[in-house]
């Protein structure tokens, strides 16, 4: 019997834990939508939460002062994840705020819609600048000193439509793809250095990335998502607060599907 095994022992059983007390997270795109619900999501559970907004200043600067009304550390920052010239700046500005981060949560994102025959190099540029890119960025400036310290998580949102296609998201489907390949990757680079990496990879979710979609359009995806309804953005932030959480230090390079059935 291995060494390893030799080690099975069933008593005491060892609780999960849920908490993210102490822990300080950073969210990109934290000023509405997902990204909002997934912030004060975190900072319930215990975190400090930072987070990025790229022109919703007020939005941002509200979900801060309810993260800092729970208690909990919080700072704002603006930029543009999609801008590879500025995006740097932002490491020194979180690092005096939270002094270190252990949460790295990659959501901010864009849609440029357009079927593939009217869609231009420029949206196509565009979304993976600040989808797929951004992502690359952000993981730059916060996993080594995550590996330093032996502990860290990244969950980065990702899209069904990342996993499926969509019509008219040539540019979306891709970088969402793309987000998954870099997900399962820096994975595995990680695995031995205490970094879980996974993904989360949402179906259609109330927020104002939907609002542009024609009612037609909309009805149809509910009619075809078997649970008949668009998703909360809670529920997105549920699975981000326990892939964040010590309890899922087993897991890694996972997508999680939370979608209404959507895909199955
Ligand atoms: N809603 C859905 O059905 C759905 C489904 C699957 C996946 N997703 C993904 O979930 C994530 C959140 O989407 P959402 O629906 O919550 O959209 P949303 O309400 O439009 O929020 C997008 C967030 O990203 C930020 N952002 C946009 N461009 C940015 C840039 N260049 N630099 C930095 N931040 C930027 C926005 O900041 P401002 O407030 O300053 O504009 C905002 O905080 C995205 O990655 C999206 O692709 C959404």
Redesign the pocket.
């Known amino acids: 019997m291995s060494a390893e095994l030799q080690q099975v022992t069933y008593e005491p059983f060892e609780q999960p834990c849920l908490s993210l007390q102490g822990k300080k997270a950073l969210v990109?795109?934290?000023?509405?939508?997902?990204?909002?619900a997934i912030a004060l999501t975190l900072a319930a559970q215990g975190a400090d939460v930072a987070l990025?907004?790229?022109?919703?200043?007020k939005?941002?600067e509200d979900v801060c002062a309810q993260i800092r009304d729970m208690g909990r550390l919080s700072g704002c920052y603006?930029?543009?994840?999609?801008?590879r010239e500025t995006v740097h700046e932002l490491r020194p500005h979180v690092m005096e705020d939270l002094g270190q981060v252990d949460i790295l949560i990659n959501?901010?994102?864009?849609?440029r819609d357009r079927s593939f025959k009217k869609m231009s190099i420029e949206m196509w540029d565009d979304v993976l600048a600040?989808?797929l890119t951004?992502v690359f960025h952000m993981a730059k400036q916060f996993v080594d000193d995550m590996a330093d310290r032996g502990w860290g998580r990244i969950v980065n949102?990702?899209?069904?439509?990342g996993e499926v296609g969509n019509f008219g998201q040539a540019n979306?489907a891709a970088a969402?793809a793309g987000v998954l390949g870099l997900t399962k990757t820096l994975a595995r680079e990680y695995a031995r250095k205490g970094v879980t990496v996974n993904a989360i990879?949402?179906?259609?979710?109330?927020?104002?990335?939907?609002q542009g979609i024609p009612d037609s359009a909309l009805q149809a995806v509910i009619n075809q998502t078997p649970m008949g309804r668009?998703?909360d953005?809670s529920e997105?932030a549920a699975g981000v607060a326990f892939l964040s959480s010590p309890a899922a230090g087993f897991i890694t390079g996972h997508v999680l599907d939370i979608n209404g059935g959507i895909k199955m």
């Open positions: 990109t795109g934290g000023s509405r939508g997902i990204g909002k990025t907004y790229y022109t919703g200043c939005f941002a603006a930029h543009d994840i999609g801008d959501n901010a994102g864009i849609a600040v989808n951004g949102i990702s899209s069904v439509v979306y969402k990879a949402p179906g259609f979710i109330k927020t104002r990335m939907m668009l998703g953005p997105i």
